[in-house]
């Protein structure tokens, strides 16, 4: 686990766990397991975790992702992207990269579905015609 960031400056707005938890409606064991993935990096006032505004954003951006059905360590890559300094063309780029294969899989997805549900439909007649010659 990486070493916990100094506390953020008193002008700097800061977030407890309990808080996040509560916006994001999540609980703080998510936001630890988050921590863990190396997408937050809270300071500490003692024993307690103090989120800055770079960390809720943070946070925002690893639920949209999982919200899409992205893999955690897709979503690290993008949020980290995100902090850079450099241009936004990049990150927009590799995010539309990330989607086009994310929904290319739930594609792949929906149609192994619908075969299925053909299948399915098949079997169903077909037990239903037997039922009814008997």
Do not use: W
Not at 20 to 29: G, M, N, S, V
Not at 52 to 80: F, H, N, S, W
Not at 87 to 98: E, G, M, N, V
């Amino acid at each position: 686990m990486p070493s916990a960031k100094p506390v953020p400056a008193a002008t700097e707005a800061t977030f407890t766990i309990t808080e996040l938890a509560a916006e994001f409606d999540i609980t703080p064991r998510a936001i630890r397991f988050y921590e863990e993935a190396g997408l937050l990096e809270p300071g500490r006032k003692g024993r307690n975790r103090v989120y800055t505004p770079r960390d809720r954003t943070r946070l925002k951006l690893t639920l949209r992702g999982k919200r899409l059905g992205l893999p955690l360590q897709e979503i690290k890559e993008l949020v980290d992207m995100y902090d850079s300094q450099s241009s936004a063309a990049p990150q927009l780029r590799a995010f539309l990269a990330t989607l086009a294969r994310h929904r290319q899989q739930l594609e792949q997805q929906r149609d192994d579905i619908e075969v299925t549900l053909a299948e399915i439909r098949q079997h169903e007649k077909r037990c239903r015609a037997l039922l009814g010659s008997t």
